[in-house]
């Protein structure tokens, strides 16, 4: 079962995950970090840059792997997810550049035509992760059909690395992006599986709104199914969700997630 964690905010949920990279870092100077994109880590990664100011912590040496990228877009492309992790992730922690991957990192762009390539991407990004000890903590977000990363409902729970077909909510959802215009929006990805994502050591799944209320539902209280990918994580030994009062609207045990919280010993962490 993960820990399920009620916050008041998103600022609140950032800094439960940046003291707990912070002081992974410090005990660990090479820790392989899990990135995701879009809005749910942003206010994370804030705090985190934050943190790593203000205590003078060295992250050369740290490693980085993001969950995902289109397919089709170069990695130059503003909305390509190699650009965005640079711009919010990179870029504000002082992450070394060389360090930090994203799937495509050796597509660029390529068409789906080129299929031997593409088809190879997955794999290899596999084991580049598992030759770097492997990841220590994943962040994660889920989208409002329960998926984590591009897993779609009916991945796969036992995935690696691949391609998918983004599904057209998805697309709708990331038209915000593209200037609200879903055409602009690629639709296919590569994306780390579940079965990838499961072998980090520390998943970190962040969910804020009433708009995930349902999926938060779903994974945790509902059954283990690929309808909800992200229901896997109720397997994982150590899963922590972090979800604002909205996104909790729908769980039933929601008082019991807070007793806990609140009576847990401050040297746990998460």
Known sequence: MAEIIIVRNQEEAGELYARCVADLIKAKPDAVLGLATGSS?????????????????????????????????????????????HRTVVGPLGLDPDKVHVPGDVLDGAPLSDGERVAAAGPAYDAAIEAAGGIDVQILGIGTDGHVGFNEPGSSLASGTRVKTLTEQTRIDNARFFDDDINQVPTHCITQGIGTIMKARHLVLLAFGAGKAEAVAE???????????????????????????????????????????AHKPAWQGI
């Not at 840059?49 to 050369?60: C, K, L, Q, W």
């Not at 994580?233 to 729908?250: M, N, Y």
């Open 41 to 85: 880590p942003l206010a994370a990664y804030r705090a985190l840059a934050s943190i790593v100011r203000d205590e003078s912590i060295d992250v050369s040496r740290v490693r980085g792997f993001a969950l995902d990228e289109y397919i089709g877009l170069p990695l130059a492309h503003p909305e390509s997810y190699h650009a965005t992790i």
């Open 219 to 261: 994974t945790v209280e509902g059954g283990i199914s690929a309808y909800c990918p992200a229901s896997a994580l109720q397997l994982h030994p150590h899963a922590t969700i972090i979800v604002d009062g909205e996104a909790a609207s729908k769980l039933r045990n929601k008082d019991y997630y807070r007793y806990a919280f």
